[in-house]
């Protein structure tokens, strides 16, 4: 039996560590080890020969399995498909390998290696990102916890108690909707539901407590107003302006009052032409449609854009030249 549905190296450790636990293990061959200590490059795999333990035996549904023996192979996904294109490779032909051939199938055992160790780090790094996000959190430090999903529950956890009745997908939903209706940092996200009661707000449009989702939508209906309507995904749909200002009708008849805050939004960085050495010049534009970036075939984001117009406006006829002007560098495009 072959176990290769692990993403990261680490994971191998772990499965091997469940399958001491619930075998008897005779038999252990470690080829990462063993290509590590060689200094080797190939077949990276953990083998075990199990048994099924005698608590196991006893039981009647597994007392005809007493005497086998299985082998289990673990390794990652990446080592799994070296392993089964060399494999293939070597079984199917019927002389060796070529001494060229068998020289490529470790370099990609090398790059595959690398990436297992880069797709480790990786996870790594997230881990060590979301646990950064829980501890902000969790002393108010807002500023720079970005709107994630398991940094939302732990924002949630602590701001309206915990519900465990909500499923992971759920955060990663809603952080989503926060994401489209311009958060970007939970500090925002604070700010606009600020002095609002969740427990008053779900009473006075339900008139009952509702869940821990539901009563932070309600404080940011009430925060953002006629803004979360349009800013929401669902805005065009036929149902949700509807709900929206049937709930702020029923918190405006309860006395509360919904603020409009938004939450400012990024403004894209305008492209501008790099100021040349030369001076400014009148060019002609060839009438054809302008891709971004070029005009007339001639690239705009080059030191040399002056010559390069330059040199595309002399084939042009007089006839069919157009005076413009090339903005100078502190002017957007």
Partial sequence: MRVS??????????????IRQEFDVSEC???????????????????????????????????RFATLVAEVQVRTVMQHAWAEIEHDVQYKSSVAI???IRRRLMTV???????????????????????????????????????????????????????????????????????ELGFSAFRQVDDCIA????????????????????????????GMGEGYLNRHPWRESDWFPE??????????????????????????????????HQPLLHLSFRRQEVSKGSVGGATLNSRGAGQAFKKDCTSIPASRRIARSVPSARSPV
């Fill in 29 to 63: 061959v470690d080829h990462v080890a063993s290509r590590q200590q060689e200094e080797r490059l190939g077949y990276l795999s953990v083998h075990y020969l199990i048994r099924l333990k005698e608590n196991r035996t006893r039981l009647p549904e597994y007392k």
């Fill in 243 to 276: 709900m929206l200002h049937n709930h702020l009708a029923k918190m405006h008849a309860g006395g509360i009052v919904s603020k409009a805050y938004a939450p400012p939004r990024k403004h894209p960085t305008s492209l501008r032409i790099r100021q040349s």
């Fill in 109 to 179: 055992a090398g790059l595959l290696e690398i990436a297992d160790r880069e797709f480790q780090s990786i996870q790594d790094a997230d881990t060590t990102l979301r646990e950064k996000a829980r501890e902000s959190v969790d002393p108010g430090q807002l500023e720079q916890v970005e709107i994630t999903p398991d940094a939302l529950r732990a924002y949630l956890d602590k701001r309206l108690g915990p519900d465990d009745r909500i499923a992971d997908y759920t955060y990663e939903y809603v952080a989503r909707i926060l994401r």
């Fill in 5 to 18: 549905g692990s993403f990261f190296p680490r994971h191998v450790e772990r499965i091997g560590d469940c």
């Fill in 195 to 222: 002095g609002y009661d969740d427990d008053l707000l779900s009473r006075k449009v339900h008139g009952a407590r509702q869940g821990q989702i539901e009563r932070f939508e309600l404080m940011l209906e009430a």
């Fill in 98 to 100: 070529p001494q060229a």
